[in-house]
């Protein structure tokens, strides 16, 4: 199997209550951004270690239901408020009781954390770095250090992450960045998410410092810029049962891919499928591997932007952002 690492700096407890038989079930799992990616890696084949700080008593039983999972995790134990919310879906939608991203990490744990992603990353080869629980928990210059070091070794480093934290990443230098419309849009990147904004801001990501680019569009099709060129990539609808998890199902397809040698297209393409069956359920990144194949080969891709048909050429692009 191919390793794939993910850095999940404050994995997430999540009690969430459906409705069975007219009463209440309650269901316990390991959440949060990092966690769903590593469970979709799971399944798709992926070897999984993720780099994670476990804090107090949500921190010890996310470990327990992390094992029970099968994913590897290299852990930094505190003491302190974990990350954990408390969601009813009794009604079909999700309704929010409760909610905390934890305890901003301590610079010692974030130098024990460092290491452990380091050296797990370096011996991995693929790397995804994901978000915190909060804004607060862990500084975004880390994402900058990571990448760098990362990516000096000659690891593959894919960033799914937005604000600070993208910038930062993209300063370091990436092979993927997986951002959404809306994310770009909150972020001030685009002043609107019609194709020609988004195409304009995935060339100004690549000056930054992304190789490929990948951004979602809910609905729509995906947009990959690779090698100088945007496609759209599109797949079937399916019917929507939860859309959470799916961008995470997205970036794990797209990992899992590029860890087993396969290209950036064969990437997207997978990625797409993981994403799409993932809405299809209530399960966040989950989904059997064999359908997410089957689905795989219905994904369809076609050029919508050659670089010659942009306004500016990449290398003015470049040079316009180093001046901003």
Not at 24 to 49: F, K, N, P, Y
Request: charged share 20%; proline share 3%; aromatic share 2%.
């Amino acid at each position: 199997m191919h390793e794939v690492v993910v850095f999940a700096p404050s994995p997430v407890l999540t009690v969430t209550v459906e409705d069975h038989r007219g009463g209440a079930d309650i269901h316990l799992h390991a959440g949060g951004q990092g966690v769903w990616q590593a469970r979709m890696l799971l399944a798709l084949g992926a070897s999984v270690t993720m780099c994670s700080v476990f804090s107090g008593e949500t921190g010890r039983v996310l470990q327990h239901l992390l094992d029970d999972e099968g994913i590897h995790v290299l852990a930094v134990q505190r003491s302190g408020r974990g990350g954990a919310y408390v969601h009813d879906r009794r009604g079909g939608e999700r309704i929010r009781i409760a909610e905390t991203g934890g305890e901003p990490l301590s610079r010692h744990d974030l130098d024990t954390l460092y290491g452990l992603t380091l050296r797990a990353g370096l011996g991995a080869g693929t790397i995804i770095l994901s978000g915190p629980a909060s804004d607060e928990a862990v500084p975004a210059d880390v994402y900058r250090r990571l990448a760098s070091d990362l990516r000096a070794a000659g690891g593959r480093v894919i960033a799914d992450l937005a604000g600070a934290r993208l910038t930062a990443a993209l300063r370091g230098g990436v092979t993927v960045v997986k951002v959404s419309d809306e994310e770009l849009l909150a972020d001030g990147r685009v002043t609107d998410t019609s194709r020609d904004e988004l195409i304009a801001a995935m060339y100004r990501l690549r000056a930054e410092g992304a190789v490929n680019v990948i951004i979602s569009r809910a609905e729509l099709p995906l947009l990959l810029l690779a090698d100088g060129v945007v496609n759209e990539v599109q797949l079937p609808t399916l019917q929507i049962a939860d859309t959470s998890g799916a961008g995470d199902s997205l970036t794990a397809g797209v990992a899992a891919t590029l860890s087993a040698g396969g290209t950036i297209e064969e990437a997207i393409a997978m990625g797409a499928a993981a994403g799409a069956l993932n809405v299809t359920r209530h399960g966040l990144g989950t989904g059997e591997a064999e359908t997410v194949r089957t689905l795989r080969q219905l994904v369809r891709m076609h050029p919508v932007a050659p670089v010659q048909s942009t306004r500016l050429s990449l290398d003015e692009l470049a040079r316009r952002v180093r001046e901003s």
